[in-house]
């Protein structure tokens, strides 16, 4: 299963994101859907997660400033990031983990990564 994500770039202190992956293969399902974020020098940390019936978690560093969703007919997902501020730079990352069709009544799990999109919150 790959994942492709969008929407990165260069926004000012203040201004608002939207995120987007989507899940590419012949999936079964997907448990859980995330995003995580990395900085130089620094371990890659969740920033929020929507599980298959929608639950949801966000870093407290993101609380109250991001919405996730997806669309599981789609199979695309969705960081919508609000007030954005010069902390939240970082590469962000897709993550997916569920199970695809591996061949006649057979399914196999997978856990896939999207390639990271750079967000850069700067004045």
């Known amino acids: 299963v790959q994942l492709q994500a969008s929407g990165g770039g260069l926004v000012q202190p203040g201004e608002s994101l939207r995120l987007s992956c989507e899940a590419i293969?012949?999936?079964?399902?997907?448990?859980?859907m995330a995003w995580y974020r990395q900085v130089p020098g620094k371990k890659r940390e969740l920033t929020a997660i929507?599980?298959?019936?929608?639950?949801?978690n966000y870093a407290a560093s993101i609380l109250g400033r991001a919405t996730i969703s997806r669309d599981n007919a789609k199979n695309t997902m969705s960081l919508q990031l609000d007030n954005l501020k010069p902390e939240d730079t970082a590469v962000y990352y897709c993550n997916a983990r569920g199970w695809y069709i591996s061949g006649p009544n057979r399914q196999t799990n997978f856990d896939s990564w999207g390639r990271g999109t750079l967000v850069t919150v700067s004045s």
């Open positions: 293969g012949n999936i079964y399902n997907m448990n859980s």
């Open positions: 929507i599980r298959e019936e929608g639950e949801t």
